[in-house]
């Protein structure tokens, strides 16, 4: 049966992958894998994520353990490397070029006859093309991410590692990107995403992988994640009318951690949130309270991310 932390048809595998630098262990036994669709990586800062992004595109050696993509390990066949694109947080870009000569010369280091053709089929994905001849340095940081994005686009790869790839895009340059990489993902392609924008994250991906301190803290989708930390008690805001009457009734109760009265809402945390549902559904009906709203406080990946690194 395949845990959360793999899937089925992997095209990126990590096992048992460590990496330290003198007495820091920046990445410790992480197993996981990724296929087609898209990740989200997430930890705080320092949580060995761009490590292990580094450790999956060949930048790095692992100290211990195995990163193969495509069944292979990409520093030892550097060919592999046209399978695979990188987004890096740094805006490594050269000034002086414009993007279309930018993107061009990728195409020629990896090898590819049609480069200028490529560069400006990646330009157009990005909706780039009326700014192709205008020099890097003049772009906007948000106009420089989309060029990132593109040159990673160019030579096709089964394979995309963006490491923060929303920085510095404004609200409608990230619902362009964002829809970039829901198509990659469609189109087979595996998207790996790592990213402090938790909100956006839970919009485009498909699954998510949690770091805590170098290691491997939880997978799966947020719901399930959620649903798995079984010590903490979930937390459920309640509105309609005669809430205080319906708080009496559930504050008896003995899987209620906890109930808090507010202007407008209840508050409820309750270990079983199914039980509660169940519950109410009888208190209500039988004293003819009318809610208007029952909704679940802390299932989004905001919250469940705060909790994992609060553990």
């Not at 003198?22 to 320092?46: D, E, H, M, R, Y």
């Amino acid at each position: 049966m395949t845990t959360p932390a793999f899937v089925a048809d992997p095209t990126v595998e990590v096992e048992r992958a460590s990496k330290w630098f003198g007495q820091k262990v920046a990445v410790s036994s992480v197993s996981c894998s990724f296929g087609q669709g898209i990740t989200g990586l997430l930890g705080p800062n320092g949580a060995g994520k761009t490590t292990l992004l580094r450790l999956i595109c060949g930048l790095a050696a692992p100290s211990e353990g195995t990163v193969t993509v495509l069944g292979e390990d990409l520093r030892r066949n550097p060919d592999s490397y046209r399978q695979l694109g990188l987004v890096p947080e740094e805006d490594a870009v050269y000034p002086q070029m414009t993007a279309r000569r930018y993107l061009e010369y990728g195409a020629r280091l990896s090898g590819l006859a049609d480069g200028p053709s490529r560069a400006m089929e990646a330009l157009r994905v990005v909706d780039l093309v009326e700014s192709a001849d205008r020099t890097l340095g003049g772009f906007s940081k948000g106009m420089r991410q989309r060029t990132k994005v593109a040159a990673a686009l160019v030579t096709d790869p089964q394979v995309l590692i963006l490491d923060e790839p929303l920085n510095g895009t404004d609200p409608v340059q990230r619902a362009h990107l964002i829809e970039v990489f829901r198509r990659l993902a469609a189109d087979g392609k595996t998207v790996i995403v790592s990213s402090h924008v938790l909100a956006e994250v839970e919009r485009m991906a498909d699954r998510v992988l949690a770091m805590v301190d170098g290691k491997l803290a939880a997978a799966g989708d947020v719901h399930s994640i959620r649903a798995a930390m079984s010590d903490i008690p979930f937390r459920v805001r309640i509105e309609g009318n005669d809430l205080r009457r319906l708080a009496s009734e559930l504050v008896a109760r003995s899987d209620v951690a906890a109930v808090e009265v507010g202007k407008d809402a209840v508050h409820i945390e309750a270990e079983d949130l199914s039980a509660l549902g169940r519950h109410i559904a009888i208190i209500t009906r039988d004293l003819d309270i009318r809610l208007t709203a029952f909704q679940p406080e802390d299932e989004s990946l905001e919250s469940v991310f705060r909790y994992l690194v609060r553990r």
